[in-house]
């Protein structure tokens, strides 16, 4: 496992391949970092409510919707200098957040205004990790035959999961010991990102193969269940990036210790998880792991909606912990998608510009999901959100289950970077 697990050259190009592996899992560490962070930081630093924190969802998930339209009108550069520009994005957005005063913001419309700055800089932030994500998973594919993609995806997520895992204890250990604030965390996640953007450029210098090519807006008939699987689970995950977490924080009034706990345990369990789900990929072909995953994501919603009322309250915090590490494991699995949408492309080029508009349709409900969330939840109580989110789990088998089984046509999806 390592380098290797890109493409079996030497030299030069196993050099590249090391150098992409590690920005790739500092680009995973500063987003766990950032993310293990962020709910308490908003919770502690801005009192925000359950109404501002689903309307957050709205601008931070714009810019995955926009994805498509920045790969379009950066068309020029190639994937590897898009993951370039992501990461300086990462970087400038993290370091700002840090360094601005927060305030205490109402719940509701009166706050956006003196939260703006915090707004805008998350938006910088995510608009770079949405493009960076969308340009990793694309290098990943485009080196390498696709009968053993998913293997390919399970090894650089080993290696993205174990920084991930450094960076969530990382949090525990100084969180717990020397009382670190939010903010320093926050500086060293921007640090993180721009390892990664040099890691990069290294990897990017003096390498021969490396050629711009303009993505183009692919829209066609052949991807539409591909897309179909986009829309669905840009509903089932920004309900759990959104209300998961908040619920343990708010419900059960949950540390950001607990958190980091949670985050390193989830990156132990991916260490093994996600390179097995990877085989499994290859082994069973994309319908029947994205099948399974929807079915298992019913049980996870019934969990995390109903574990108050079905247990006392100890042991419901300890299943809705357990259920938080199973639904961040069942996350991987939507890597089949990608291989799925990679056996119908005709070649490289298609295939990263379908994963960016697979991308923006994710987000065009991603945007909206988490507002409508918290109306549910202040309105109707937190339980029905995840109700709603069940259905959603079961739409999502009944069009997995309709993919057609994976049969690989094309030795090679590519050769550029």
């Given at each position: ?389 069940g259905g959603i789990a079961l739409l999502s088998a009944l069009v997995a289950f ?16």
């Amino acid at each position: 496992m390592g380098a290797r697990g890109l493409a079996a050259e030497s030299g030069p190009g196993r050099r590249m391949y090391a150098l992409l592996i590690v920005a790739f899992a500092l680009f995973g560490a500063s987003t766990t970092m950032y993310e293990v962070n962020l709910a308490n930081y908003l919770s502690d630093r801005y009192a925000m409510g359950a109404w501002f924190r689903s309307f957050l969802e709205f601008p931070r998930e714009s810019q995955g919707f926009a994805v498509v339209f920045y790969a379009l009108l950066l068309g020029g550069m190639t994937e590897a200098r898009l993951f370039v520009l992501s990461t300086f994005a990462m970087t400038v957005g993290l370091a700002w957040l840090a360094l601005i005063t927060p305030q205490a913001l109402a719940d509701g419309p009166a706050g956006i205004l003196p939260g703006l700055p915090m707004i805008l800089l998350i938006m910088l932030h995510s608009a770079g990790f949405h493009l960076g994500g969308t340009m990793e998973r694309c290098i990943i594919l485009d080196r390498g035959a696709l009968s053993d993609a998913g293997a390919r995806l399970g090894r650089v997520g080993f290696w993205s999961t174990l920084a991930s895992l450094g960076a969530a204890s990382f949090v525990w250990c100084l969180r717990s010991v020397a009382g670190l604030e939010y903010e320093t965390f926050l500086l060293v996640a921007a640090g993180l990102a721009g390892l990664s953007m040099v890691s990069m450029l290294v990897a990017m210098r003096g390498v021969p193969g490396i050629r711009p090519k303009r993505l183009r807006l692919v829209v066609r008939k052949k991807f539409t269940r591909y897309y179909a699987l986009c829309a669905l689970f840009g509903v089932r995950k920004q309900v759990f990036i959104t209300f998961a977490i908040w619920v343990l924080v708010k419900v059960y009034e949950q540390p950001l210790e607990h958190i980091a706990i949670l985050w390193t345990v989830t990156h132990v369990t991916n260490l093994f998880a996600q390179p097995w789900i990877g085989r499994l990929i290859d082994r069973f072909g994309p319908r029947r792991v994205l099948t399974f995953d929807a079915v298992l994501l019913v049980a996870v919603c019934v969990m995390y909606g109903y574990s108050e009322r079905l247990f006392p309250p100890g042991v419901a915090l300890a299943v809705v912990s357990l259920f938080y590490i199973l639904d961040h494991i069942l996350f991987f699995a939507g890597s089949a998608r990608a291989v799925y949408a990679s056996s119908i492309s005709d070649d490289a080029d298609e295939t990263a510009s379908t994963l960016s508009l697979g991308i923006t349709i994710d987000h065009v409900f991603s945007m909206s999901v988490p507002f409508l969330g918290g109306l549910i939840w202040v309105n109707l109580g937190y339980e029905l959100v995840f109700v709603f989110t069940g259905g959603i789990a079961l739409l999502s088998a009944l069009v997995a289950f309709g993919v057609p089984d994976l049969k690989p046509r094309r030795g090679e999806i590519g050769a550029a970077a």
